[in-house]
């Protein structure tokens, strides 16, 4: 009997602990069912592509695949990453439809407290990503430094640059992702490369892959690292100012530009030596001393100056008329400006100066004189290039190219257009390039000039992290301007000078002197005849 109660008990804990794991199994799967039922969007594959044959400027482009795994819900936005230590070097950030090529609306997220990400939420088509749908887009984002640096910092004088990008292996996704590579694209040889576990390949001398990797947890945090030689001019802009004044009553646009530069390139170990430089262009064909700066003006620019710290520098000039086809068809025409410092600017060297020209108002001004719903009478448009181009050359000006002209190896830090608008302009409305849009780098400032009575108003607009392709962007300033103001200067300065005559000709009237009284007269005659009686 007793053994039989032991039998039946053990078959019910067997029953019961097989009941046990048929519920933890259930429940499991349950779970993984819900959970891919709910993951929503999925990165099933990226092609990063980290391109440094532009440097100071570093591109990426991501290629990714998206996909909706979620059962029912619908994606209109999508969510992109870059860290914080990077985004303080973007320049801009667009995403495009790979099959249609359709640019996608991207809106900047405020960074929260202790976040180490800077978010862009990015607005799909309209209907949004359907359950089950995949999406390829391409993110594009351009640096201005930052992601190479040289290394050593400081090497000795004839030799070759050696630059140094490292970053993650992993492009930074909110999004799983399951499979992804990256690749990187030098202008120089490599030299040497993060080489682990077999995941990194040579192509050519100047590109290396790193990947494809299919484990995302694993490989998070981990870093890879490149090392190429590139002898190319590189030149950050600390700060650039640019100025327009605008003239009606001389139908003048005046350019004033300020810059502050320095050679991005290694230190010199030792200091520098005219020797040592002789030799290296003599033996090597090449130096990295910055010997010249090329800026692009329009071909009508006149009364051309050149000034840095010290006073005037003689060492310029201006080369004739150039002709290339411009971006929006046609031909462009302008001139060189070609400045040469009165050093050369070697690796780590700052120069500071400021140039200028003008140029007719009318090229750049329209007026409007027709009224109806969408113009106002005396509407003023005036149209303005956002920046200007320098560019960095080891060149003299007798060995001057138009590719040398065209070099994009200058980069912007800190920039700021000033336009100071004729005094009467009124109800004033800027437009600028979509990339700056945004009300904090916008201000209209009051001032006042030499002769002016109720003031005028300066356009500032300030911007970090210049790209080259605002170079060939503009501003819009659009304002109200009566004639009659056109005559507000030279009356202020009629009544200026009526004034001053006015005041001219009441002083010249006015008597100095003391008035002659009985008393006062009787006492010098006194005095006249005591002084002639001693002379005797």
Request: include cysteine; aromatic fraction near 8%.
């Amino acid at each position: 009997m007793m053994q039989r109660l032991l039998r039946d008990c053990c078959n019910f804990n067997a029953v019961l602990r097989l009941a046990l794991v048929l519920c933890i199994c259930l429940s499991a799967l349950g779970a993984k069912a819900k959970s891919s039922s709910s993951s929503g969007l999925v990165n099933t594959n990226v092609i990063r592509t980290v391109d440094l044959q532009g440097l100071p400027f570093a591109r990426e482009q991501v290629g990714v695949v998206v996909q909706n795994e979620h059962s029912s819900k619908v994606y209109k936005t999508y969510t992109v990453s870059v860290p914080l230590d990077k985004a303080l070097w973007l320049s801009q950030l667009s995403v495009h439809e790979r099959k249609s090529g359709e640019e996608l609306q991207v809106t900047k997220v405020p960074v929260t407290e202790g976040s180490l990400q800077q978010l862009f939420q990015v607005t799909l088509r309209s209907g949004g990503l359907q359950p089950g749908e995949k999406l390829s887009l391409n993110i594009d984002a351009l640096f201005v430094g930052g992601l190479a640096e040289p290394r050593p910092k400081a090497a000795k004088q004839y030799d070759d640059q050696v630059w140094h990008w490292e970053d993650h292996a992993l492009a930074l996704s909110v999004y799983p992702t399951r499979k992804q590579k990256t690749v990187v694209k030098t202008r120089g040889d490599i030299l040497r490369f993060t080489k682990t576990a077999g995941d990194a390949t040579m192509d050519g001398r100047k590109k290396v892959v790193f990947g494809p990797y299919t484990g995302q947890e694993e490989e998070e945090g981990r870093r890879v690292e490149v090392s190429f030689r590139d002898n190319a001019e590189q030149v950050e802009a600390m700060t650039h100012r640019r100025e327009y004044f605008v003239s009606h009553w001389a139908d003048d646009l005046n350019v004033l530009e300020h810059y502050a530069i320095r050679n991005s390139g290694p230190e010199i170990e030792g200091g520098f030596n005219k020797v040592e430089q002789m030799l290296s262009k003599h033996y090597k064909r090449r130096d990295n001393l910055v010997k010249t700066l090329l800026v692009k003006v329009p071909a009508d620019a006149r009364n051309m100056y050149f000034v840095d710290e010290i006073g005037n520098v003689s060492t310029s000039d201006v080369s004739k008329r150039r002709r290339q086809p411009s971006a929006n068809g046609g031909d462009e025409l302008f001139k060189v400006l070609q400045l040469q410092p009165r050093y050369p600017l070697a690796g780590g060297w700052n120069y500071t100066w400021w140039h200028g020209y003008s140029v007719p108002l009318h090229r750049y001004l329209k007026v409007s004189t027709a009224t109806d719903s969408t113009q106002q009478q005396n509407r003023h448009l005036l149209r303005l290039p956002f920046i200007g181009s320098l560019a960095a050359t080891a060149s003299l000006e007798n060995e001057l190219t138009l590719a040398m002209a065209n070099a994009q190896n200058t980069a912007v830090r800190a920039y700021e257009l000033r336009v100071t608008l004729p005094e009467g302009a009124h109800d004033i409305d800027v437009q600028l390039p979509a990339t700056i849009s945004g009300e904090k780098n916008l201000e209209l400032r009051p001032t006042k000039y030499y002769f002016d009575s109720i003031g005028r108003t300066v356009v500032v607009i300030t911007h970090e992290n210049i790209a080259p392709e605002l170079a060939a962007r503009h501003i819009l300033v659009s304002y109200s301007y009566a004639p009659s103001a056109l005559w507000m200067k030279p009356l202020v300065v009629a009544g200026a000078l009526f004034a001053l005559f006015m005041m001219a000709s009441i002083v010249s009237r006015l008597q100095y002197g003391l008035a002659a009284t009985p008393e006062t007269t009787n006492k010098l005659s006194a005095a006249a005849k005591k002084q002639g009686l001693k002379k005797e």
